[in-house]
């Protein structure tokens, strides 16, 4: 085997893990005080995201991503109403 095919066999492998550890925690609900001290973290710059992640025990980064998403545009809405 070559070294070419060694590395997709790799590459196939771990895209195939991943996609078992997706379903594995696809129902995993966090309470909102988790996603708070998560966000926080981040935004202040106390943790980076793959550390909130560890720490908070959160395995998919895809989780993190959407509740940092949800926070700005949470952010930009408030700013919206403090200019009206």
Known sequence: MSILEMLIKFLVDEIIMEKSRLKQYSGIRYPKEVKEKVVHAIVTGELLLVEA???????????????????????????RMKKK
Not at 54 to 59: R, S
Not at 67 to 75: G, M
């Open 53 to 79: 992640m560890e720490k908070y025990n959160v395995p998919i980064r895809a989780t993190v991503v959407a509740w940092l998403k949800k926070y700005c545009r949470e952010q930009e809405k408030l700013a």
